[in-house]
């Protein structure tokens, strides 16, 4: 009789340490915030830029507050392509970030062009930096796009063939490295409400847009995080959720400017769009179950 218990015993034994050694290997959450079109120039039509950079430093001084692992800037910096103005007052807030906090600048339609070429890529670059590139943190492969040149591609197709296999080689060596999660970052949503939808300023042509789901799923992808819209839509592809967060700059459709803050676990990624009249104090990674909140209470 003990004999038959002894390989029964072994098994819950082996369970047990399998879950401890498995816990003991799980990294340590964080997380980032994610801030959209703060578009300098956009309440007043390019006429002043001072209620933008209420908006915007505003939101940094959120940042700086609670202390993200890093910061992604969905596009659409300023409101008009090239102003010297604009570009110079969104580099004088953004610098206030602090430089302990990575920050990513991604290209918008509003800092390219809404038909991109190669004057106006060159041009962002000269200022920005790379319109696309990756990042790595704490287990997650960050892959940034120019979502211009995919959406209007007619003057920038050289650009936009470069860039598909830059894709393909940086999801092939991010997969092989057994990431937490792949997640792309860039301005314009793949889709609104559902994949299939309609072709429209918002979103990218189905055309292209059935195509890169397909790679994605084909490499793990299953992050999607975009802006453009100037207001919040979160939909699903299967397991891919592209993730469209409303503005800090001027909100469109009766939203609210704010931002997203993004949790990263090893299974998932949580995430919650904050107004910024409704930001956050700090930022729960290990949040107390009801039980054991009740049971505090409780005991004071």
Known sequence: MKFTRLPRMLGFLFTAVWLLLSALRA??????????????????NNRDFTQDA?????????????????????????????????????????????????????????????VPNPASLAA??????????TFRHGGIVGIVLNSSVIHSPQESAVQLAAQDAW??????????????????????????????????????????????????????????????????????DGEIENV???????PLGGAKSGLRVAIVRDDRIEHRYYELGDLPVTVELN???????AAAARKE
């Not at 990294?27 to 120039?41: K, Y």
């Not at 962002?124 to 590139?133: I, M, T």
């Not at 469209?244 to 001027?250: F, L, M, Q, R, Y």
């Open 27 to 44: 990294a340590e959450p964080f997380f980032f915030i994610q801030l959209s079109d703060p578009q300098l120039g956009m309440f007043t």
């Open 54 to 114: 209420v908006n915007f430093e505003f939101a940094v001084a959120a940042v700086n507050r609670l202390k993200p692992a890093f910061v992604v800037i969905t596009g659409d910096l300023v409101n008009k392509p090239g102003d010297a103005a604009q570009i110079t007052e969104y580099r004088r807030i953004v610098g206030k970030i602090s430089p302990a906090i990575p920050v990513y600048n991604i290209a918008g339609n509003h800092d390219v062009e809404n």
């Open 124 to 133: 962002y670059e000269k200022v920005f930096g790379p319109d696309r590139f």
């Open 167 to 236: 894709l393909r080689t940086e999801l092939a060596k991010a997969r092989a490295e057994q990431p937490r999660h792949i997640v792309v970052f860039q301005h314009h949503p793949w889709f609104i409400a559902n994949a299939g939808e309609a072709d429209q300023y918002f979103n990218i042509p189905i055309a292209r847009r059935a195509a890169y789901l397909a790679l994605f799923r084909e490499y793990g992808v299953r992050y999607l995080f975009c802006g453009h819209y100037h207001r919040n839509a979160e939909a699903r």
């Open 244 to 250: 469209t967060s409303g503005p800090v700059g001027k």
């Open 287 to 293: 949040p107390v179950a009801p039980k054991a909140k």
